[in-house]
């Protein structure tokens, strides 16, 4: 390994991260299964944000020198980073939902998940917009 490469850390620590996110979903779901209950919507979105971290993670560890897929690489992260965050932020809301039914607290995670929903556009939005290269950084 060469001792001024440290991109090896970075893979480290990323697999780590999501081994530990993976093990309490699993946790979560088999508590569910012990205790007889139906997966709801939080189970579901929790899930859906895993995998969304998950494949926003993959491109980071098997990243390269290359400069090409390099900038790939950001511009993929870029656009699931949004998904995946507001996955796990709108499965939250939907678990303070379940425990707290009341109809202020359903009001106020309506609005605050849409909010979330809101942020989640602006990646996808602001990425297109802002990675298209120029005709004059093409050399056109």
């Known amino acids: 390994m060469n001792s ?3 991109s090896y850390l970075t893979s480290i620590a990323i697999s780590f991260t999501i081994t530990r996110s993976c093990v309490a979903i699993r946790l979560r779901l088999l508590a569910r299964k012990v205790q007889r209950l139906p997966l709801l919507a939080d189970d ?3 899930i859906a944000g895993a995998l969304f971290t998950i494949s926003n993670a993959l491109p980071h560890i098997h990243a390269n020198r290359n400069v090409i897929n390099n900038w790939k690489t950001i511009y993929v992260s870029y656009q699931l980073y949004g998904l995946a965050i507001t996955a796990i932020k709108v499965s939250i809301l939907l678990f303070c939902r379940r425990i707290f039914p009341t109809s202020q607290f359903c009001l106020w995670t309506n609005i605050v998940g849409f909010l979330c ?3 989640a556009a602006r990646p996808k ?3 297109r917009v802002s990675m298209q290269p120029s005709a004059k950084s ?3």
Do not use: P, Q, S
């Open 4 to 6: 001024d490469n440290k």
């Open 44 to 46: 579901y979105t929790i």
């Open 117 to 119: 929903h809101c942020m």
């Open 125 to 127: 939005l602001g990425g």
């Open 138 to 140: 093409l050399g056109a």
